[in-house]
Every structure is written in structure tokens, then in C-alpha cells.
């Protein structure tokens, strides 16, 4: 079974660079047909969904966050990473790393996700 498990800071300060690791157990990001993704909720809203590297290394991006956003990965450490620079407090929220199955072809449709990480709150303020 595949867990996931996200990592890094708690506190960001404003223009800072956000780094959070998702580590994956239980299945390799690099083979078989899976989206590896990261999305967010800040406090009073619903999930948003951030960008996706495929198990083939392409990324995708939100056409809302994709000047700010890299996503990147580490194959040997089965792990993949997000980047969110010059942050802002509205980026406060709670971000997740999730998989989805290949056969489901929109990255923003949340449900179709089968596996999640905890979540990680993160704040930006100074």
C-alpha cells in the first residue's frame, strides 16, 4: 500500500521560496502509470490543486500559481518536491501531496485522487 508523507517548513516568511518534500513509500514515482501531485487548502476554502510531475517526469502546472511554481523529483530517494516562490500570506494553507491513477486525465478533478498525505500546514507571515 503507498503512503505518503509530506515535509518542511511551518513558517515561511513573505517573499521567501516554499520548499516542501513529498516521500513516497509502497510504490516507486518513477514506474507505473501514476500522477504524483501537490495541492492546497487554505482556512475557509476548499483544495486546491498545484501542479503534478508524471511518473515520466513531465510537470504540469495551475495556470493560476505556474509563474511561482517548480516541481521537481528525486528518483533515487523516491521523493518529489515543490517549490512556491515570492509567497504570500494568502499562500497559507494546509498542502498535500496525492497520487492519481494515469487513466483519470483531468489533474484538478480532487476525487479521482486514490492516496493522500497527511497534509502539512504551512503559514506565511513575518
Known amino acids: 500500500q503507498v503512503q505518503l508523507k509530506e515535509s518542511g517548513p511551518v513558517l515561511v516568511q513573505p517573499g521567501q521560496t516554499l520548499t516542501l518534500t513529498c516521500t513516497v513509500s509502497g510504490g516507486s514515482i518513477s514506474k507505473g502509470y501514476y500522477y504524483w501531485s501537490w495541492i492546497r487548502q487554505p482556512p475557509g476554502k476548499g483544495r486546491q490543486w498545484i501542479g503534478t510531475?508524471?511518473?515520466?517526469?513531465?510537470?504540469y502546472y495551475s495556470p493560476d500559481l505556474i509563474s511561482r511554481t517548480s516541481i521537481s523529483r528525486d528518483t533515487s530517494r523516491n521523493q518529489y518536491t515543490l517549490q512556491l516562490k515570492s509567497v504570500i500570506p494568502e499562500d497559507t494553507a494546509v498542502y498535500y501531496c496525492a497520487r492519481l491513477p494515469i487513466t483519470m486525465t483531468a489533474l484538478d478533478r480532487l476525487e479521482e485522487y486514490d492516496s493522500w498525505g497527511q497534509g502539512t500546514q504551512v503559514t506565511v507571515s513575518s
Open positions: 510531475i508524471a511518473y515520466s517526469g513531465t510537470d
